[in-house]
């Protein structure tokens, strides 16, 4: 089975600076995909950034990065220009793609524990 | 188009009374899941469904039941509600892998 561990419940930062969350996981799979959701105060999920294992470029939204090490299992988050309304709970999740059509029960997503960041005016 | 709704979006039992949660999304989505939401633990997977008429269970399905008789709509029910169910639940969707699950406001339930 996988684990997603996030090993900072809290961090916080001042407006304007960078920070990062870190992510591990624990997987036998060589191909999967790696996730990142903000829960701000509203208590709903959105997406942030998506990773494929195969791919070896990092993916980038916007002032959001990751730095993907395959080899050492670790997917962070890099925020940079932090934002008062990047306030939330940050989850990283893992999903095993379903790589048979029969082989139902790959759909699912395995989150971490969660990171709380606050942005500091 | 209105996403994924979750109805309701509080709801207080006491034990041993039973309810429904309903789920809806209007994407044409065939994948729906419910998760359940508590302090420290993150997201965990209750039950899910990959199609009309499927279900499957999720990491913690004990005291849950689902029904997926229409593809828009994903119901969540509690038999017999216990304080341990007390939770924030939420539904999400997906149209097909790898796609982002998206995801319901949440419903939280409180039983005493």
């Known amino acids: 089975a996988q684990t997603v561990t996030q090993s900072q419940p809290e961090m916080s930062v001042q407006e304007a600076e960078t920070v990062t969350l870190s992510c591990t996981y624990d997987?036998?799979?060589?191909?999967?995909?790696l996730f990142w959701y903000k829960q701000p105060p509203s208590r709903q999920m959105i997406l942030v950034i998506r990773?494929?294992?195969?791919?070896?470029q990092n993916a980038t939204e916007n002032r959001f990065s990751v730095n993907f090490q395959k080899a050492a299992k670790s997917f962070s988050l890099k925020i940079s220009d932090s934002q008062l309304g990047d306030t939330a709970m940050y989850f990283c999740?893992?999903?095993?793609?379903?790589?048979?059509?029969?082989?139902?029960?790959?759909?699912?997503?395995?989150f971490g524990t969660g990171t709380r960041l606050t942005i500091i005016p | 188009n209105a996403g994924v709704t979750q109805t309701p979006k509080f709801r207080v039992l006491k034990t041993g009374q039973s309810m429904t949660l309903l789920c809806a999304q209007d994407?044409?989505?065939?994948?729906m899941y419910w998760y359940r939401q508590d302090p420290g633990m993150g997201l965990r997977l209750i039950h899910y469904s990959v199609g009309e008429g499927t279900t499957a269970k999720g990491e913690v399905p004990d005291g849950y039941n689902v029904s997926r008789l229409k593809k828009q709509n994903f119901l969540l029910g509690l038999e017999s509600a216990a304080p341990s169910q007390t939770s924030v639940y939420f539904c999400?969707?997906?149209?097909?892998?790898?796609?982002?699950?998206?995801f319901g406001p949440g419903t939280r339930l409180t039983v005493l």
């Open positions: 999400a969707s997906s149209y097909t892998l790898p796609n982002e699950q998206f």
């Open positions: 990773q494929e294992a195969y791919k070896q």
């Open positions: 999740a893992f999903m095993k793609p379903r790589l048979i059509i029969s082989n139902f029960g790959n759909e699912k997503l395995t």
């Open positions: 997987t036998s799979e060589n191909n999967y995909y």
């Open positions: 994407m044409n989505h065939e994948y």
